[in-house]
C-alpha cells in the first residue's frame, strides 16, 4: 500500500504539473456589475434577481478543463466523459469530483486553484455586456460563439425544437476553444458543457454576498451551474442562466479553473 500511494502521488503530481504548463489564464479586471437579468430580458426567470456585486481581480481559464488534462490528474477517475476526446471538455462530472480536481491542482501545483464563484461566473461570461448573451441578445448570432441548438440539432432531434436557424458545425460537445471568444478572451462561457460553480444555490440570491464570494452553508443539497451545454433550450442559454444539480448529479458539467489574480 506504501509503495501504491506513492506511485500514485508521482503520477498525479507529474500530471498537475503538465497540466500546470499548458493551462492558459485570463486576469479578470476588478470591477462592479449588476448581477441577474432585466424583467424585460426575454426568458428571465424569477430566480435571476438583480442586484450589485462590486469583485476583486481574479483569474479564470480560458478554456474549460479537457478531458486529456482531467485523466493526468484524476487518474482513479479518468473516463467519466461521454462523448472523448482528448481536447473535448471534461463532462459528467460531480461536484464533488471537479473539487476533487481542483484540491488535487491546489495540493501538487504551484498555485491555489477553485472552483470560480457564481458571482464571478457571470461578470466573467458577460465581458461587460448588459445583453442576454455575450454575443447579443439574438441567440440567433452565436453560432460563431457557441455549441448550440442549430441545424444539426433539429436533423437529429426533430422532436425537441427550440433551435436556431443556423449552422455551429457540431452536434455533440466539441473541442474547447473552437468558437470566438468573449471580450474577455474567455472561449465557451456558454453552450458545449456547463460548468460547476462553488456556490449552495438558494432561489432568491439577491441578498447574496456582494464582494462576488460564494453562497455557502452547511446545509446545501445543491450546487450552481452556469452556462448551459449543447442541448439547451435556448431560453436558458443566456448569461444570467441559473440552474442547480445536487453533488452527486453529472449531466453535462464541466470544470473552469479560478484562481487568485497574479501579482
Known amino acids: 500500500p506504501v509503495i501504491a500511494g506513492l506511485v500514485w ?22 470591477g462592479c456589475f449588476t448581477m441577474g437579468s432585466p424583467d424585460s430580458e426575454a426568458g428571465r ?10 469583485l476583486k481581480a481574479f483569474e479564470l481559464s480560458k ?11 484524476m ?18 462530472v460531480s461536484w464533488d469530483e471537479a473539487k476533487q480536481f481542483v484540491g488535487l491542482m491546489s495540493f501538487f501545483g504551484q498555485h491555489r486553484y477553485r472552483l470560480p464563484s457564481e458571482a464571478e461566473w457571470e461578470y466573467a461570461a458577460r465581458a461587460g455586456t448588459r445583453t442576454a448573451r455575450y454575443w447579443g441578445d439574438k441567440a440567433e448570432d452565436g453560432c460563431g460563439y457557441a455549441n448550440m441548438r442549430d441545424r444539426n440539432f433539429d436533423k437529429k432531434y426533430p422532436e425537441e425544437g427550440s433551435t436556431v436557424d443556423c449552422d455551429d458545425a457540431a452536434l ?6 473552437s468558437y470566438k471568444p468573449n471580450a474577455f478572451g474567455l472561449y465557451d462561457m456558454q453552450g458545449n458543457v456547463f460548468n460547476w460553480v462553488e ?3 438558494v432561489e432568491d440570491y439577491a441578498n447574496a454576498p456582494k464582494d462576488g464570494s460564494p453562497v455557502t452553508g452547511t446545509d446545501c443539497p445543491n450546487r ?9 433550450v435556448l431560453r436558458n442559454l443566456r448569461s444570467a442562466y441559473r ?11 464541466g470544470v473552469r479553473l479560478a484562481r487568485a489574480a497574479s501579482p
Open 9 to 30: 502521488m508521482a503520477v498525479v503530481f507529474n500530471g498537475v504539473r503538465a497540466v500546470e504548463a499548458e493551462a492558459e489564464f485570463v486576469p479578470i479586471p476588478a
Open 45 to 54: 426567470y424569477p430566480n435571476e434577481a438583480l442586484h450589485e456585486v462590486c
Open 63 to 73: 478554456v474549460d478543463v479537457t478531458q486529456a488534462q482531467w485523466r493526468r490528474v
Open 75 to 92: 487518474v482513479h477517475k479518468a473516463d467519466l466523459s461521454r462523448f472523448k476526446g482528448d481536447r473535448n471538455p471534461m463532462e459528467s
Open 172 to 177: 455533440f460537445t466539441i473541442p474547447v476553444g
Open 199 to 201: 456556490d449552495c444555490y
Open 224 to 232: 450552481v451551474i452556469r452556462g448551459g451545454a449543447w442541448f439547451t
Open 243 to 253: 440552474e442547480f444539480y445536487g453533488h452527486d448529479g453529472r449531466g453535462f458539467v
